[in-house]
C-alpha cells in the first residue's frame, strides 16, 4: 500500500495519537498540574513550618525513616514532599507565562519578518535576532536579574524577553514557505488583504510548528528558572523552588541525600515529561500527515 495513501495516512495519525512516551508524558504532565492547583489541599504539612527536633528524618524506607514524612525531612525540620509539591507551582508558572510572553513577541515579529521578506524590516528584525542569539540567553538572564530585583514577576518577565528570537527566526521560515504556496499566491492575486492573508491562510500554517517549540520551551523556562534558583537568583525564599531545594541541600549529599535528590528528580521528570509532549505534538501536527499536504487552501 501506497505511503501516501489515504488509509495509510490515517492509521499513521492514529500511532501518534497512541504514541506510548506522549501518553506517558500527557499523563504526567495532567499529574503535576493537577498537584500544583491542588497544593494547599493535599499536601500532608505545612511547607513553610520549621520543626528543629525533626531535622534530617530520612525517607520511610531507609533506616530512621517515618512514615509521617514520606520523603523525609531538611536541615530545618521541614517536610520535603509538602515542598516539593508546591516548588512545582513555581516551576509550571514560570515556564508557562514566560513562553506566553516570548511566544506572543516571536510569533508576531516572525509573522512580520516572513512576511516582509527581504525588506529592510526583515533584515534589521533578523539582524537584532542574530545579535541576541549570538548571546547565551543564561548569561542576559543573569545581567537582568543582577539589575532588576530577582523574584518570580521578574524572572518571568526577564526569561520572555530574552528569548522570543527563537520563535522569531522559526515562524519566519515557515512564513517565507508558506506565502509562496499556490493558494496563497492566487489569493494574493485576487486582491486579498493582506491582515486576510495573514490571518487566514499563512497563520493557521504556521501554528504547528510554533505549538511544538514552544512547548519544549517551557521545558528549558523551567530548566532555566531553576539553575537561577539554584544559584540564588530566581525566586527568592520564603517562596519555594525545586532549584532553590537543591541549593538548600547541595550542603548535605553526603549525609541527607534525599533534600537534593527528589528536588533534582522532580526537575527531571517534568522535563522529560514536557519534552515528550512537545516530540508527540510534533508527530501529530507534522504538516507532512495532512491530505495533501495544501494546509488550509
Known amino acids: 500500500m501506497s505511503k501516501n495513501s489515504p488509509i495509510t495516512k490515517t492509521f499513521t495519525?492514529?500511532?501518534?495519537?497512541t504514541s506510548p512516551l506522549g501518553l506517558i508524558g500527557s499523563i504526567t504532565v495532567t499529574i503535576i498540574v493537577l498537584l500544583a492547583i491542588f497544593a494547599p489541599w493535599i499536601v500532608p504539612h505545612d511547607p513553610f513550618a520549621i520543626d528543629a527536633t525533626k531535622r534530617l528524618i530520612p525517607p520511610f524506607w531507609v533506616d530512621g525513616g517515618s512514615t509521617t514524612y514520606l520523603l523525609g525531612t531538611d536541615h530545618v525540620g521541614r517536610d520535603i514532599l509538602s515542598r516539593l509539591i508546591y516548588g512545582g507551582r513555581v516551576s509550571l508558572l514560570v515556564g508557562l507565562f514566560s513562553v506566553i510572553i516570548s511566544g506572543v513577541i516571536g510569533l508576531l515579529l516572525g509573522l512580520?519578518?516572513?512576511?516582509?521578506?527581504g525588506t529592510w524590516v526583515d533584515h534589521v528584525l533578523m539582524r537584532v535576532v542574530d545579535a541576541i542569539l549570538a548571546i547565551p540567553t543564561l548569561l542576559?538572564?543573569?545581567v537582568a536579574i543582577v539589575v532588576f530585583e530577582p523574584g518570580l514577576i521578574t524572572l518571568i518577565v526577564v526569561i520572555g524577553l530574552t528569548s522570543w528570537p527563537q520563535y522569531t527566526r522559526l515562524v519566519r521560515g515557515e512564513v517565507l514557505s508558506v506565502k509562496q504556496r499556490e493558494f496563497v499566491q492566487l489569493a494574493y492575486t485576487l486582491g486579498a488583504p493582506h491582515t486576510y492573508l495573514i490571518r487566514r491562510h499563512i497563520l493557521p500554517n504556521v501554528v504547528s510548528s510554533f505549538i511544538v517549540v514552544a512547548t519544549i520551551g517551557i521545558a528549558s523556562a523551567i530548566l532555566t528558572e531553576s539553575s537561577l534558583s539554584f544559584l540564588g537568583?530566581?525566586?527568592?525564599?520564603?517562596?519555594?523552588?525545586?532549584?532553590g531545594m537543591l541549593n538548600d541541600g547541595r550542603n548535605y549529599i553526603a549525609t541527607s541525600w534525599w533534600i537534593a535528590t527528589f528536588p533534582g528528580l522532580a526537575i527531571t521528570i517534568t522535563v522529560l515529561a514536557i519534552t515528550f509532549v512537545g516530540d508527540w505534538f510534533r508527530d501529530v501536527l507534522d504538516p507532512r500527515l495532512k491530505?495533501?499536504?495544501?494546509?488550509n487552501e
Open 13 to 17: 495519525k492514529i500511532r501518534n495519537f
Open 112 to 117: 512580520l519578518a516572513g512576511y516582509l521578506g
Open 140 to 142: 542576559l538572564v543573569l
Open 233 to 243: 537568583l530566581g525566586v527568592q525564599p520564603p517562596d519555594i523552588t525545586w532549584g
Open 291 to 295: 491530505q495533501g499536504g495544501e494546509g
